[in-house]
């Protein structure tokens, strides 16, 4: 049993040996797991991966209990004392190392595979992350605790044209979805119960690719349920007979059936100049190399840009403004610090 992500937060996901091996089945080509391999493990699920697929699993020796403030002087030393060849870890934990790398001159030339995942990864990171360990392989993986994993894409995979359509506010693009998981874009419902569906009626609820809306996952490692139900309501559904799971996150499929991210939908802001996925903004502020982190919300009828930063300039806000005339911004702010979730370190904690 562990925590969910689903909007009951007293809700916890059940994992039986079934799923963990379907799990398994779907984590171990998707992160290229291969006997002999050292990986830097975070969390636990991977750790059950690399057991069951003949991998060492080092543990970080350093308090995970806050991937954004691990001790990466003692991290470097581990890498090297146990020959690690491979990090599964969040960006945040990732830009601990690379803060370290960054002001050291340190790299890690033994790696040889890097995943992230847990939280947004901007294709910044993913760089940052190649430089840090230049003969390393870096994929970003998208998933849940509901559905881990369901799609991922490598930092070369990742073209010019990509990067303008980010820059121009189509999203973040998470690449193609695993063999393993089955994903359709709904028309956006959330907040709202889904009734079940008849294959027709779900046909009908399906948007065009191109289209953005609701993702919904199914497949063998996708949780089909709580423990004692509590969460099912606001997160499956089915489809003769079928569970699906709602991610709550929007999106939309691409030409080549790429999955690109608009954030979650509850984010989604609706007022008298239209509609606006916050996600969208924030990935074009999160390529301006002054900016740490950022947030968009509503305020009094106004939207806001809140920025992290360390060098907090007219001249940012500026730049930042100019390059989101889209997006119709009325004003940037400027926080020393944005808050973020406990577990990951790196998802902006928006309530707060």
Known sequence: VARSTS???????????GFLLAQHRALAPAIALE??????????????????SGLTTVIPDTDMKRPGA????????????????????????????????????TTLPNLRKLY???APVFPRLLEAIKKLAPRAEVVAVYGSTEAEPIAHIAQEEISAKDMEAMRAGRGLLTGLTVPEV????????????????????????????????????????????YLGGLGDEETKFQVDGEVWHRTGDAGWLDELGRLWLLGRCAARISDARGELYPFTVECVAMTFPEVRRAAVLTHNDRR????????????????????????????????AALPVDKRHNAKIDYPA
């Open 35 to 52: 006997v002999g391999e050292v990986d830097l493990a975070t969390l636990p699920v991977f750790t059950l991966a690399n057991l069951a």
């Open 304 to 335: 806001l840009l809140i920025v992290e930063s360390k060098t907090a300039t007219l001249d940012l806000a500026t730049r930042l403004s100019t390059t989101l005339s889209w997006a119709q911004i009325d004003d940037v702010r400027y926080v």
């Open 182 to 225: 089955r994903l359709r874009i709904l028309i956006d419902r959330s907040g709202s119960p889904r009734p079940n569906l008849t294959q027709d009626e779900f046909a009908r609820e399906t948007v065009t690719a191109g289209c953005a809306g609701e993702i919904v996952v199914t497949g063998e490692h996708v949780l089909k349920g």
């Open 116 to 118: 992230t995942g847990g």
């Open 70 to 105: 691990v001790d990466a002087v003692r991290l470097f030393a581990q890498m090297e004392r146990t020959g690690t060849t491979r990090i599964t870890a969040s960006p945040a934990f990732f830009e601990r190392l690379i803060e370290y790398g960054q002001k050291t001159g």
């Open 7 to 17: 909007p009951t937060s007293s809700a916890m996901a059940v994992r039986t040996h």
